[in-house]
C-alpha cells in the first residue's frame, strides 16, 4: 500500500513527495529507486531531514495509534490508511491528539472514491431503487501475506473482520446510517487458519438488511461486488465480470419490463483521486468527504461482528458509543 500511495502522490499536480521511511532496507531500496526521492529506515530522521505538511502511514494497524500521536506532536497532518486503529481506544486518542495539536486526521476509506460505489450510493439517496430492502457485499480472495505475516496475528491486523470487511461496512455506514443488530458466523471458529471467511448480517436503523461476505480462504485473486436490491430496481455490481455493473430500473409503465443499462465506468486511480482530497482538505480545509469520526464509526461495526463471533449470538448496538 505504501508503494501504491507513493505512485499517487507522484501523480498529483501541487504534491511534492518528499521521502520513504520503511525498516526493510530491500523493500525500502526497491521503492525509493522507483520513486525516486531518498528513503529513510527511522521516521525521526526522516522528519529531521525532510520539512513535511503531511505524512502517509501505510503501517500495519497495530503501529497506527503510535506513529499518529508522534506525527501530531511534531506538528504535522496524518493520512492514516484503513483501518483507523485496533480498538476504540485507540482511535479515540488518535483523534484527541489531532484536535488537541489542531492537525488533520484522514483515515483511507478509499471505496468512497470508486466511482461505482459513488454511483450506487447516489441511486439508493436519490431512491432510483425505491425502498431498499437488502444488500449483498462480497470482498476477497486469497489469504495475504504481509510483512511478518502480520495479517495472520489478531494483535495487529484485528482480522479479516477489521482490515477487510471494513471496506463494505464503512460503504454501508455512508449510504444508510447508523446499524442497530449484528449477527455473524466465521470459517475461523472451526479451523486454526488465519485463511479466514465471514457471514455477517447487519441490521440498519431504517428497517434495511445487509449480508457481508468476506475472504481470506480463496485460492488465489482478489476481487469484490454487491447487489443492492429496492422496490424499484436492482444494482448488480461484480468486479471480476468483463461489465461488472448492471443497473436494473422498473419502467414507468406498469406493463413494461424491466431496463437493463450496461455500464463500464471508466477507471481512475481511486488511491490519486482519495489523496487529492486529503490535500485539499489539508490545504484549503475542505470538507472532508471521509472523516476520523466514520473510520471510528467503520471500527465499531467490524468490533460486533468479531464479538457476535465470538459469542455465538447477535449483538444489539446502541447509540450513545460516541467518539470525541
Known sequence: MGRVHAKAWQAIAGAQLMGLVDTDPEALSAVGNDMGVPGYRDLDAALRDQDTDVVDVCLPTHLHR?????????????????????????????????????????????????????????????????????????????????????????????????????????????????????????????????????????????????????????????????????????????????????????SSSQAGAPVEVPENPVAVSPYQRQLEHFLAVIADNATPLVTAHDGYEALAISLAIRNSIHRGQAITLHSGNEAP
Not at 113 to 121: G, K, M, N
Not at 202 to 209: A, E, N, P, Y
Open 66 to 250: 503510535a506513529t499518529a500521536e508522534s506525527l501530531f506532536s511534531a506538528g504535522k497532518h496524518v493520512i492514516c490508511e484503513k483501518p483507523l486503529a485496533l480498538t476504540l481506544e485507540d482511535a479515540r486518542a488518535m483523534m484527541e491528539a489531532a484536535q488537541a495539536a489542531q492537525r488533520k486526521l484522514l483515515v483511507g476509506h478509499v471505496v468512497r472514491f470508486f466511482p461505482v460505489y459513488q454511483q450506487a450510493r447516489r441511486l439508493i439517496l436519490d431512491r432510483a431503487l425505491g425502498q431498499i430492502g437488502t444488500i449483498k457485499t462480497f470482498r476477497g480472495g486469497a489469504y495475504p501475506h504481509g510483512w511478518q505475516d502480520w495479517y495472520g496475528d489478531p494483535q495487529k491486523s484485528g482480522t479479516l473482520a477489521t482490515d477487510l470487511l471494513i471496506h463494505d461496512i464503512d460503504f454501508l455506514l455512508w449510504c444508510l446510517g447508523p446499524v442497530t443488530r449484528v449477527y455473524a458466523k466465521s470459517l475461523a471458529e472451526h479451523i486454526d487458519s488465519p485463511a479466514d471467511h465471514i457471514l455477517a448480517s447487519l441490521r440498519f436503523d431504517s428497517g434495511v438488511i445487509a449480508q457481508l461476505e468476506g475472504t481470506w480462504a480463496y485460492p488465489k485473486g482478489f476481487s469484490y461486488g454487491f447487489d443492492i436490491a429496492g422496490a424499484e430496481g436492482l444494482i448488480h455490481f461484480d468486479s471480476a465480470e468483463n461489465a461488472p455493473i448492471r443497473t436494473l430500473l422498473r
